[in-house]
T-cell receptor, first 111, second 113 residues
Framework: TQLLEQSPQFLSIQEGENLTVYCNSSSVFSSLQWYRQEPGEGPVLLVTVVTGGEVKKLKRLTFQFGDARKDSSLHITAAQTGDTGLYLCAGDRGSQGNLIFGKGTKLSVKP | EAGVAQSPRYKIIEKRQSVAFWCNPISGHATLYWYQQILGQGPKLLIQFQNNGVVDDSQLPKDRFSAERLKGVDSTLKIQPAKLEDSAVYLC???????????FGNGTRLTVT
């Protein structure tokens, strides 16, 4: 069973469109991290959310942590071709174990 | 700062052969992780070191995988003998402290034929 479900699995959009990707679980996390991974490279941390209901913005990217700390979303406004990549969420279960990664959302932004 | 260095970048071996991967973490990072990322999946933790001690190796297939972190700095991950299902990208990551932000290397892509 996948502890962290990410959706959609694949997303192909045109430059300038908006999009939202989701990271859902039935488990509570002490924090949740979002990474972006480009082909042939390792994941790069974008943000960490810690508090239920927290919203963080990184330029055109908006991250939200669910009130119950079981889910998160990433919204991209006016997507650019440079946003193309695999978006991974990773949940920290605190004392119950290490970071758990989802399978990721593969985003393709076409010019 | 210099990032996490991994080598080799690519490796192709036949099943039942052995292979080793090397990782040099960011200077001063106490925690080092090895992850396995199979195509189409997220990274799966194989082993976590805190300095030169093992913190978590619960998902490491110990009958064929081994890892060590000499002097709490560099680390090697070995597979012996390799199986077809070991084909994956092996990512090394480090963090300043346990549960800190992970800094990943670019990985070693292993193909077992």
């Amino acid at each position: 069973t996948q502890l962290l479900e990410q959706s959609p699995q694949f997303l192909s959009i045109q430059e300038g469109e908006n999009l939202t990707v989701y990271c859902n679980s039935s488990s509570v996390f002490s924090s949740l991290q979002w990474y972006r991974q480009e082909p042939g490279e390792g994941p790069v941390l974008l943000v960490t959310v810690v508090t239920g209901g927290e919203v963080k913005k990184l330029k055109r990217l908006t991250f939200q942590f669910g009130d119950a700390r079981k889910d998160s979303s990433l919204h991209i406004t006016a997507a650019q071709t440079g946003d193309t990549g695999l978006y991974l969420c990773a949940g920290d279960r605190g004392s119950q174990g290490n970071l758990i990664f989802g399978k990721g959302t593969k985003l393709s932004v076409k010019p | 700062e210099a990032g996490v260095a991994q080598s080799p970048r690519y490796k192709i071996i036949e099943k039942r052969q052995s292979v080793a991967f090397w990782c040099n973490p960011i200077s001063g990072h106490a925690t080092l992780y090895w992850y396995q990322q199979i195509l189409g999946q997220g990274p799966k933790l194989l082993i976590q070191f805190q300095n030169n001690g093992v913190v978590d190796d619960s998902q490491l297939p110990k009958d064929r995988f081994s890892a060590e972190r000499l002097k709490g700095v560099d680390s090697t991950l070995k597979i012996q003998p390799a199986k077809l299902e070991d084909s994956a990208v092996y990512l090394c990551a480090s963090s300043l402290f346990s549960r800190g932000a992970l800094h990943f290397g670019n990985g070693t892509r292993l193909t077992v034929t």
